[in-house]
């Protein structure tokens, strides 16, 4: 499977950005699409998730604030920030999830910047 993330960008703190990943495949043969990142210096975290049945997850610094979705007819998953922070800037990957097998995309630079 492919991955093709897109939509970063640089952006004012307090703006928005809309990630985008397309998927090769349908985005329903794995158990969950996700959106990474890796900001300089620190370890890749998980940022969201979404599972096959439609229950989202976020980590603690993002709720609220990122919204995950998915398009199915255009094997699409979307990730909505908004009120962005510096501390949000990082390199972003789309990666999807299939009994403990990751298929990961190109990342997708985030900057958040005055």
């Known amino acids: 499977v492919q991955l093709q993330a897109s939509g970063g960008g640089l952006v004012q703190p307090g703006g928005s950005l809309r990630l985008s990943c397309e998927a090769s495949?349908?985005?329903?043969?794995?158990?969950?699409m996700n959106w990474y990142r890796q900001a300089p210096g620190k370890q890749r975290e998980l940022v969201a998730r979404?599972?096959?049945?439609?229950?989202?997850d976020y980590t603690n610094a993002v709720k609220g604030r990122f919204t995950i979705s998915r398009d199915s007819t255009r094997n699409t998953v979307y990730l909505q920030m908004n009120s962005l922070s510096t501390d949000d800037t990082a390199v972003y990957f789309c990666n999807a999830e299939l009994r403990a097998l990751h298929f990961w995309g190109q990342g997708t630079q985030v900057t958040v910047s005055s």
């Open positions: 979404i599972a096959q049945i439609g229950s989202t």
């Open positions: 495949g349908n985005i329903f043969s794995f158990n969950t």
